[in-house]
């Protein structure tokens, strides 16, 4: 089977590749964010505490009590920074590709997967806190709706309500504002809760991912030096996201737990992963770890389909051409 040489696609300019991650980014994210929250809300309920029963029941419910851009919580921060995240990790991927190689020879398995692993490992730097902050702002809402009904609950066994009254007040907060209490508390660790839970998800992510959707992506090349058409590019994309989201989804669920600061009423804290992993295990079984599989799935295969064909169209070169060159 033919490939491109990793060298190839290095030889285009950083600015573009960058560019093109960035928009690819921003694209995805626009259109499977919803989704992504209710991954967040299922994924943070606990036994006993359950305010959803599935995506669907959760995105209704998150529009009857926070109107259609309640669905949006959170997309502020990922619209921010989902462009250095999404240009380092497919950026990093290509560079540790054009590494590996050795006189235009195929890359081996292991070294496609090592070079997952360090995009991998590059992307944490931005995607760490940029998920500490947009996983506070998409879980409000369930806290809130517990708050609710639970107050709702206390009016109906008790005549006086005035206290329940007061603990269903809706204080919305920002993410600046969840960033300077952060900075001014904890400093910059506490932007960085998680990191390790991070890097556990998203290292073995892009080990399974970029070999599979390279790999994946080859079979539509007609050579060696004509890009697979856009097609293949994003069906490649789908599947091999979705296949790695789906893999690590049980590293996601307790990134989701050790990085969420508020809690809802009853629901365990957690010290650790060690200690996240096994308060799941014993309290909430083994399928606990695949909650909000399905959603992720949903999320990730759209977002890295768009992202591979955005990024392999090449969208910034176009620009970048019409700039006036510099002339020596």
Not at 8 to 20: H, Q, R, T, V, Y
Not at 131 to 140: G, H, R, S, T, V
């Amino acid at each position: 089977m033919v490939q491109v040489h990793p060298s190839d696609l290095w030889g285009e300019s950083l600015p573009a590749k960058l560019i093109n991650g960035g928009i690819a980014g921003l694209i995805g994210v626009t259109c499977v964010f919803p989704i992504d929250l209710a991954k967040t809300r299922l994924q943070n309920q606990q036994n006993g505490q359950r305010m959803y029963t599935s995506m669907s029941d959760c995105l209704i419910k998150t529009i009857r009590s926070e109107g259609y851009f309640g669905m949006y919580r959170g997309a502020a921060v990922n619209l921010t920074l989902v462009t250095p995240e999404k240009a380092i990790k497919l950026a990093a991927n290509d560079f540790f590709r054009y590494r590996l190689s050795k006189d235009g020879k195929k890359l081996t398995l292991l070294k496609e997967m090592l070079a997952g692993c360090g995009a991998g490992t590059c992307q944490v730097i931005v995607t760490t806190p940029m998920e500490m902050l947009k996983i506070q702002l998409q879980d409000a809402g369930r806290i809130e709706a517990q708050k609710k009904l639970m107050a709702a609950q206390a009016q109906l066994s008790s005549t006086t309500s005035a206290g329940a009254a007061e603990s269903v007040v809706e204080t919305r907060t920002t993410a600046t504002q969840i960033t300077r209490e952060l900075l001014r508390s904890k400093g910059i660790a506490g932007l960085y809760k998680g990191l390790g839970a991070t890097l556990l998800r998203d290292v073995p992510f892009s080990i399974v991912y970029f070999p599979l959707f390279a790999n994946l992506n080859k079979l539509g090349q007609k050579s060696p030096d004509v890009k697979a058409p856009f097609y293949v590019s994003f069906l490649s994309g789908c599947l091999a996201g979705s296949t790695a989201a789906v893999a690590v989804n049980p590293c996601d669920v307790i990134k989701t737990r050790l990085q969420s600061l508020k809690r809802g009423v009853n629901e365990d804290t957690y010290s650790g992963i060690l200690d996240c992993t096994r308060k799941i295990w014993q309290k909430e079984g083994p399928l606990a770890f695949l909650k909000g599989a399905y959603c992720r799935a949903l999320v990730i295969a759209p977002l890295f389909g768009i992202a591979q064909v955005i990024y392999f169209i090449g969208i910034a070169e176009f620009f970048l051409d019409m700039l006036p060159k510099r002339r020596d």
